[in-house]
């Protein structure tokens, strides 16, 4: 059976962000099993899409330019004109289902009534929000009642890790209603490169430079590591305008000029120890064949010493040692690597998660419906 889907986040499209890859990776899995997907954005991205499916822009809120994650003083206007062509989207194509991805776009789902929702949760809101708005408290606890109230609304809920899973369970969601489906990644993009056992390899991060990444880690470690070996490079690939002492920045601004920004001989740095989340940048580092450090508490697809290294959560010694354990062992970055590869390829594979995704779909859409012919 194929349907209709409305594909709708809240952000801009397209752009280098996770939760925007995620989304795009998703709504290429059900395409790709032959199902018409409308995707429902931002008027504006931060480059021309080149997609197979239909895009469906809100009115282009004046002022509103912001492609980085987090609230702004336009948001609120733009949920408003996200909901608005949502209602008309599903109207003129007949939705079948609405798949939301985020908060506000599970807001905007809600509020135009269309039945079944499919919610991808991408995070914590009581575990994000103090990141980008700080009182600590003030903000956890209205993330808190977020995670609470809305997600449960969901006829699915759909995560991409057991941490997250737990987390709405115990908020409100029933056990049934969540389930568990690793992110979907193409790995044939990217590109392996041969160890060069002759050369000190340079510490690699790709992805945004915003507070929840954590680059303070990263940037202190960095500095003890040159203690030790003084030639070495800190490259920094993002589409950021930034200027980071101690890095070298690099500009990244597609899947391209990523994949090119990994095909060298690296070890890749993730510090972020934000746990809701799902560091797309290791999947595609692992995809790239790199040996990855990461922080145990967003280090999901990893498994110790077999994927990639796992340290405690911002300890810059342990960090520090992490990367001189790569940098100095040319065959275990080659052997970490490669398995990490080989994860991507096997577990991530689209159109396994294609299947698993669609089973979801086509249970909500026909429990709803029995439900509406019942009733």
């Not at 931002?42 to 980085?68: I, N, Q």
């Not at 939705?95 to 995070?123: M, Q, S, T, W």
């Not at 697809?301 to 010694?317: A, F, M, Q, R, S």
Request: glycine share 6%; hydrophobic share 45%; net charge positive.
């Amino acid at each position: 059976m194929k349907l209709r889907i409305a594909m709708v986040g809240a952000c801009p499209y397209p752009a280098p962000q996770g939760s925007q890859v995620l989304m795009r990776n998703t709504a290429e899995c059900f395409h790709r099993l032959g199902h018409e997907v409308h995707l429902v954005v931002y008027g504006y991205g931060a480059a021309p899409e080149r997609d197979p499916w239909t895009v469906h822009r809100a009115a282009r809120v004046p002022f509103a330019a912001k492609t980085a994650p987090g609230p702004s003083l336009m948001k609120p206007l733009q949920d408003v004109t996200l909901a608005a062509v949502l209602r008309r989207v599903i109207r003129q194509q007949h939705v079948d289902v609405v798949c939301a991805h985020n908060y506000e776009a599970l807001l905007a789902a809600l509020l135009v009534g269309k039945r079944p929702i499919l919610y991808f949760a991408h995070n914590s809101m009581a575990e994000e929000l103090p990141y980008f708005l700080g009182w600590e408290w003030a903000t956890g606890t209205a993330g808190g009642l977020l995670d609470k109230y809305f997600p449960r609304r969901a006829d699915k809920v759909i995560v991409p890790h057991h941490r997250l899973a737990g987390h709405l369970v115990v908020r409100g969601c029933r056990q049934e209603q969540v389930v568990i489906v690793p992110p979907p990644l193409d790995g044939t993009p990217f590109r392996t490169v041969p160890v060069d056992s002759a050369s000190v390899p340079a510490v690699i991060y790709a992805g945004n430079v915003d507070p929840y990444q954590n680059l303070s880690l990263l940037l202190a470690a960095a500095q003890v590591l040159k203690r030790k070996k003084p030639g070495i490079k800190l490259l920094i690939g993002t589409a950021a305008q930034a200027c980071i002492p101690g890095a070298e920045i690099v500009p990244v601004h597609d899947l391209e000029g990523l994949s090119q920004f990994l095909a060298r001989d690296a070890v890749f740095a993730v510090p972020r120890v934000s746990w809701s989340g799902y560091p797309m940048k290791i999947l595609n580092a692992m995809a790239a064949g790199k040996a990855v450090v990461a922080c145990e508490s967003a280090a999901y697809p990893i498994t110790h010493d077999e994927t990639g290294l796992v340290v405690p959560d911002d300890d810059v010694d342990a960090y520090a040692a992490a990367l001189l354990r790569l940098v100095e062992d040319p065959h275990l970055r080659e052997k970490l690597g490669s398995q990490a590869r080989q994860v991507v390829l096997e577990r991530h594979q689209p159109n396994m998660v294609a299947r698993q995704l669609e089973t979801l779909m086509l249970e909500a859409h026909d429990r709803y419906n029995t439900r509406v012919r019942t009733v």
